[in-house]
């Protein structure tokens, strides 16, 4: 069991859905992070907040949207996928932004996601 | 830029050793180590900063060379439960972004 709390497990929807992934940890993190892993390749950085506030932005389609209501929850809200992104959507969480250099990162067990 | 790993893939038997290599065309400040397991959250084994660092803990170690801008993580009398894909994460300043290798698969035979 990780510390790092992802819902759901398993998440299958249409192109037409709006869907929302959820994380959360009680480690008193103040960094958290969104990942897309697809199969055999390496987690890809999508967003990280810092202290609630949006700090990364990897040019991600505004098909997707992340919302960090507090210190201990994010969110992905899903609207208008496509096909290719049906991946593993990861969570992570580290103490702080200032310091993602060497603050190692808690990964939740994230969420399979699958577009019809 | 992507760090890269070499190898891609190993097949070991329980009790051998591995040493998995990850190199950066850029100068680095931190090189980070993580594990996942097929289907499992990839797991924190150990950072390394600048300066040239050299950790372990058990019988996995990693050495960190600034000047080449490289690290290598080194597993000793590898044991069945350290099977699966390493990655290695590097970072160019401590408020950087890490980014991720295109990971080592490492397969541990009974």
């Known amino acids: 069991d990780t510390e790092v709390t992802q819902t759901p497990k398993h998440l299958v929807m249409g192109m037409t859905n709006k869907k929302s992934l959820k994380c959360e940890q009680h480690m008193g993190h103040r960094a958290m992070y969104w990942y897309k892993q697809k199969a055999k390749k390496p987690p890809e950085l999508m967003f990280v907040?810092?202290?609630?506030?949006?700090?990364i932005n990897e040019s991600v389609p505004s098909r997707f949207s992340p919302e960090c209501p507090n210190s201990s929850l994010l969110n992905l809200h899903l609207h208008a996928l496509q096909p290719e992104d049906s991946a593993l959507y990861l969570c992570?969480?580290?103490?702080?932004?200032f310091g993602q250099g060497y603050q190692p990162q808690h990964f939740g067990d994230g969420t399979r996601l699958s577009i019809l | 830029q992507q760090p890269v790993q070499s190898p891609q893939a190993v097949i070991l038997r329980e009790g051998e050793d591995a040493v998995i290599n990850c190199s950066s065309s850029k100068a680095l400040y931190s090189v980070h180590w993580y594990r996942q397991k097929h289907g499992e959250a990839p797991v924190f084994l150990m950072i390394?900063?600048?300066?040239?660092e050299q950790k372990g803990h058990d019988k996995i170690s990693a050495s960190f060379n600034e000047k080449k801008q490289q690290s290598s993580l080194y597993l000793t009398a590898s044991q069945l439960s350290y099977s699966g894909t390493y990655f290695c994460?590097?970072?160019?300043?401590?408020?950087?972004?890490?980014?991720f290798g295109k990971g080592t698969r490492l397969h541990i035979l009974p």
């Open positions: 994460g590097t970072g160019v300043n401590r408020d950087d972004k890490i980014i």
């Open positions: 390394l900063l600048k300066g040239g």
């Open positions: 992570a969480s580290s103490q702080d932004r």
């Open positions: 907040y810092s202290y609630e506030k949006l700090s």
